[in-house]
Structure formats: structure tokens, C-alpha cells
């Protein structure tokens, strides 16, 4: 449940970002309209001087009488127009440099994020994947615990001045010899009684394959042996014990 929380975030902050290129190609979308009527403004602007231009340069004629001082201003005025032609030109291409710079900026900032965007995204996916296996270390150790809990060895210890592993053991090799379906944990019940005979209409139990030794070295025997009697009823005792607390 936590990790779809994290992936809807996820998905919300990278619609977030979409919307922002988004927004962010809209205007420059808008910025090249701006310029474009700007220029064709300009263009009209000219044409409108030119067109003044040539109605003066008419009336002038019409009005002067000197042949040769139309001519100087004419030329004169021929100068100044080249003059203002190239000015314009110079201008204009400023603007399509500082244009083009613009837009290698964005496209170079736009990169940028896209990068810092996967790396991000590399980090949040390393940073999970790290929780996820936490977690089921977690889990485990937690199961080894519960599993050790389980298994009364710690008592066989404390009655028969054991090791914790040995009785582990011996406890397992007790439980097959009573013929029990599993070592004791909760939920496992023998499937005849403890004193090994048959319950009615049930099987009658195996052989045991080879008996638990107990701590003094010997082999407990069924119950008709009268030598490790004794030792029996305590494997016995112990067993119960083992299921009741299990």
C-alpha cells in the first residue's frame, strides 16, 4: 500500500513536469508571434515611408527650377537611405542572433532537467528497491525468531544440561520416535497417543527408524524397556510440555 502512495506521487509530480514543458512551448510558441507581427509591422512601416518618400521627391521636382541642385539633393538624400537601409539590416540580424541564442539556451536548460528528472527518478527506484529488501530481511529475522520461540529447546537445555543445538536435536528425534507428524509447534498433533499404541480404526504406528540417545549417551528404548523407563516418561513429560507451550 505504501509503495502505490509512492508510485502515485510519482506519476503526479511527472504530470506536473509535462504541464510545465508544456506551458513553456506555449510561450515560446507566443514569443515567435510577437515577432513575427512586430516584423511585419516594421515591413509596413517601410513601405509607408518609401511610398511618402517618392510622393516628396515628386512634388520636389515639380516645384524646384534648378536642374543640378535636384540632382545634389537627390543624391544626398540616395546616401542617407543606403545609410538607413544598412542600419536596419545590422539591426535585424542582431535580433535573429540574440533569437537564436535564446533558443539554445532553453534547449540546452530543457536537457538539463530532463536529465536531473531521470536521475531523480534512478535514486527514488535505488531508495525503494533498498527499503523493499530491508524489509524482508526484516521479516526474516523476524520468522527466525518466532521459529526459535517455537521450539522448546531452551527447556530440554535447562532439564537435561544440554546444548541449545543438540537439544534442538533431540527434541526433533523425539518427536519422530512418539510418532509424532511434525517437531512440536502449534498446530501438530500426534497421530496416536503418546503411549505409541493405535487409536480405534486408525494405523498402527512404524518402527521408530533410531531413537533419540539421551545426555547420559544411551538409547531410549519403548516403554516394556525397564531400564530407561525413567528416561522415557521424562521424553514424555517433555513433549507435552513442548506442545502445551508451543
Request: hydrophobic residues 15%; aromatic residues 2%; charged residues 65%.
Amino acid at each position: 500500500m505504501v509503495y502505490k502512495h509512492g508510485e502515485e506521487e510519482e506519476e503526479e509530480e511527472e504530470i506536473e513536469e509535462e504541464e510545465e514543458i508544456e506551458e513553456e512551448e506555449i510561450e515560446e510558441e507566443e514569443e515567435e508571434k510577437e515577432e513575427i507581427e512586430e516584423e511585419e509591422e516594421e515591413e509596413i512601416e517601410e513601405e509607408d515611408e518609401e511610398e511618402k518618400e517618392i510622393e516628396e521627391e515628386e512634388e520636389e521636382i515639380e516645384g524646384r527650377r534648378g536642374r543640378r541642385r535636384e540632382e545634389k539633393e537627390k543624391e544626398q538624400e540616395h546616401e542617407e537611405k543606403k545609410k538607413k537601409k544598412k542600419k536596419k539590416k545590422k539591426k535585424k540580424k542582431k535580433k535573429k542572433k540574440k533569437k537564436k541564442r535564446k533558443k539554445k539556451k532553453k534547449k540546452k536548460k530543457k536537457k538539463k532537467k530532463k536529465k536531473k528528472k531521470k536521475k531523480k527518478k534512478k535514486k527514488k527506484k535505488k531508495k525503494k528497491k533498498r527499503k523493499k529488501k530491508r524489509r524482508r530481511t526484516k521479516r526474516r529475522k523476524k520468522r527466525r525468531r518466532k521459529r526459535r520461540k517455537r521450539s522448546c529447546a531452551g527447556e530440554i537445555c535447562a532439564k537435561l544440561q544440554m546444548r541449545k543445538g543438540d537439544a534442538t536435536r533431540f527434541l526433533r528425534r523425539a518427536a519422530a520416535y512418539l510418532r509424532c507428524s511434525a517437531a512440536p509447534r502449534a498446530g501438530n498433533t500426534p497421530r496416536w497417543p503418546l503411549s505409541g499404541e493405535p487409536q480405534a480404526g486408525g494405523r498402527a504406528p512404524r518402527p521408530p527408524v533410531t531413537p533419540p540417545r539421551c545426555p547420559s549417551g544411551s538409547l531410549l528404548t519403548p516403554d516394556n524397556d525397564n531400564n530407561n523407563k525413567q528416561q522415557q516418561q521424562l521424553l514424555k513429560q517433555l513433549y507435552i510440555h513442548a506442545r502445551a507451550r508451543a
